[in-house]
């Protein structure tokens, strides 16, 4: 069967390779000259920055997608687990290392906490339970549609994944110290959400910090992508760079033709990678629309990013692989992310040093720096704004680490809301798709297959189970065994 597969992301590049094993014709458009979408990386000058992308969680994820093909993970590249797993900067230069060894972590949060390692051990277990309950069954479903979410057994899965609770309630309810609730919650917040509309069940991801460890593809993250694209060409697939889709011809529920910028042809099934507010809006016909404009309006759309590529020709002691810098408290960046939409004064921020692990993203004795601040979709976007808020950064990052980094930068690039529009046709400059707020996380996120074009199928961050390249990977079977399926009957 001939399948065309619209942008080549991880979950783009991750379905193109299954549907090549399986036999398939496959063919991946993409705009861009490089593969990778989100994780794609940006070397200059000797310093390779991974420009999305830079936690490497959930490992058996990664083991179990290349296992599909009879491969290992270590087939691709060389996989580390990090020690430190992150440190944390507090106000006042208070560093709080978090450890790959569980039991100096217990000693932590004891320190941190009255009966600290105790409730640790507690909010684990149950982090761990629904771990293992979604990972037995659910995160590799395809949920979508009423009667998946009227099933006895997602039913049950409510109540013992405590749907209706939050993360901040949940976390409330185990620890009172201000600093453990931030180091349990960093990563929703990174991760393109609001702890306090974030439902508990994605405390699961304490026992994947934790018990699973953090882990980093030697390279960086671009060597996921190049795995990829080499299990993708080995069996027969092709990517066309350059190629962008424009446009869908669709009549009596199918796609028949894919318009693009280098020409038209025929589709056979169509798997969209790309943006999926971008293609449902602007590609589908009205009467052909799963989810109209409204639907996307009234979403919560995951933050943007300001992020910052940084080559500075000198070491930085005090940093790590992993840092997170909450120097100011957040609940007022919150706000200026979902409430009350503006940059952000007092930004809470990831700043990711990967030479600190692998002296081949950096020159010797040069660090390649990496900084996220998650912003509000949607924002103005200026190259004033750009540059007053880069030098606002620099300050505080030399603040923080309490070292000029200005004097030493060699390399820098800036790329926000206007660039992930254009790079990767964003829905208001998102970085990340939809929050995984109640309403929008399982099976409220937007369907894989469409509901009204037959051989129309969608995969990536905006589907289940949502953002994140190991997430990308899951949906990526899904939509692999949907069409597997399909052509079953
Ligand atoms: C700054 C940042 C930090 C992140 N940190 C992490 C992290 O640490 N760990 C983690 O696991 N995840 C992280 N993520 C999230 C992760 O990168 C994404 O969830 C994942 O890569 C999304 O993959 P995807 O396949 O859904 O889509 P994308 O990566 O968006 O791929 C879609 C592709 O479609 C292409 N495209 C768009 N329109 C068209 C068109 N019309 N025609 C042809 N092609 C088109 C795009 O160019 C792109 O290549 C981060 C993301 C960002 C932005």
């Known amino acids: 069967m001939d399948v065309k597969i619209v942008g080549a992301g991880v979950g783009g590049l991750a379905t193109a390779a299954l549907l090549a094993l399986e036999g398939h014709n496959?063919?991946?458009?993409?705009?861009?000259?490089?593969?990778?979408?989100?994780?794609?990386?940006?070397?200059?000058?000797g310093f390779v920055f991974d420009m999305g992308p830079s936690w490497y969680l959930m490992p058996e994820v990664f083991e179990h997608y290349f296992d599909l093909f009879g491969k290992k993970v270590s087939d691709f590249y060389e996989l580390v687990r990090l020690d430190p797993s992150y440190r944390f900067f507090f106000p006042d230069h208070e560093v709080i290392d978090i450890s790959a060894d569980l039991e100096k972590n217990k000693e932590l949060f004891d320190r941190l906490e009255d009966n600290g390692a105790e409730k640790f051990e507690d909010y684990l277990k149950q982090a761990q339970d629904k771990y293992d309950y979604l990972m037995e069954g659910l995160m590799y479903e395809d949920l979508s549609g009423l009667r998946s979410m009227l099933s006895p057994k997602l039913m049950a899965a409510g109540w013992k994944l405590s749907i209706l609770s939050n993360m901040d309630k949940l976390i409330r309810k185990y620890f009172d110290d201000e600093r453990v609730q931030k180091i349990l919650q960093y990563t929703i917040v990174f991760l393109g959400g609001n702890p306090k509309n974030t439902p508990a069940l994605y405390s699961m991801i304490s026992h994947i910090d934790y018990n699973l460890g953090v882990w980093y593809p030697m390279g960086g993250m671009g060597k996921i992508v190049e795995g990829l694209v080499a299990l993708t060409e080995q069996h027969g697939g092709s990517i066309k760079y350059g190629t962008e889709v424009t446009d869908l011809q669709i009549s009596d529920g199918r796609v028949h033709r894919i318009i693009t910028n280098n020409g038209e042809m025929e589709a056979g099934v169509v798997v969209v990678n790309a943006d999926y507010p971008h293609v449902e809006i602007n590609y589908i016909p009205e009467k052909y629309k799963t989810y109209d404009i409204g639907y996307w309006e009234k979403k919560t759309i995951a933050p943007s990013a300001y992020v910052m590529y940084v080559g500075l020709n000198k070491t930085i002691d005090n940093l790590t692989h992993h840092n997170v810098i909450l120097d100011h408290d957040w609940v007022e960046h919150f706000e200026q992310i979902f409430e009350n939409p503006q940059w952000?004064?007092?930004?809470?921020?990831?700043?990711?040093?990967?030479?600190?692990?692998?002296?081949?993203?950096?020159?010797?004795?040069?660090?390649?720096?990496?900084?996220?601040?998650?912003?509000?979709?949607?924002?103005?976007?200026?190259?004033?704004?750009?540059?007053?808020?880069?030098?606002?950064?620099?300050?505080?990052?030399?603040?923080?680490?309490?070292?000029?980094?200005?004097?030493?930068?060699?390399?820098?690039?800036?790329?926000?809301?206007?660039?992930?529009?254009?790079?990767?046709?964003?829905?208001?400059?998102?970085?990340?798709?939809?929050?995984?707020?109640?309403?929008?996380?399982?099976?409220?996120?937007?369907?894989?297959?469409?509901?009204?074009?037959?051989?129309?199928?969608?995969?990536?961050?905006?589907?289940?189970?949502g953002i994140g390249v190991p997430m990308a990977l899951i949906s990526a079977e899904i939509v692999a065994d949907l069409i597997y399926e399909e052509m079953k009957e």
């Open 26 to 45: 496959v063919t991946v458009l993409e705009k861009n000259q490089e593969p990778g979408g989100r994780a794609r990386i940006w070397a200059k000058d």
């Open 344 to 465: 952000p004064d007092k930004p809470a921020y990831y700043l990711c040093c990967t030479s600190k692990s692998d002296s081949s993203v950096a020159p010797p004795n040069h660090e390649n720096i990496f900084v996220t601040v998650p912003l509000a979709p949607g924002i103005e976007d200026t190259p004033e704004i750009r540059e007053s808020y880069f030098n606002k950064m620099v300050d505080h990052i030399e603040k923080v680490l309490k070292t000029n980094i200005r004097d030493s930068i060699i390399v820098q690039r800036v790329f926000t809301l206007d660039d992930f529009s254009e790079a990767y046709n964003a829905y208001r400059g998102t970085a990340v798709g939809l929050t995984h707020s109640f309403w929008q996380s399982a099976f409220f996120r937007p369907s894989h297959k469409s509901k009204k074009v037959d051989n129309l199928f969608y995969v990536g961050q905006y589907t289940h189970p």
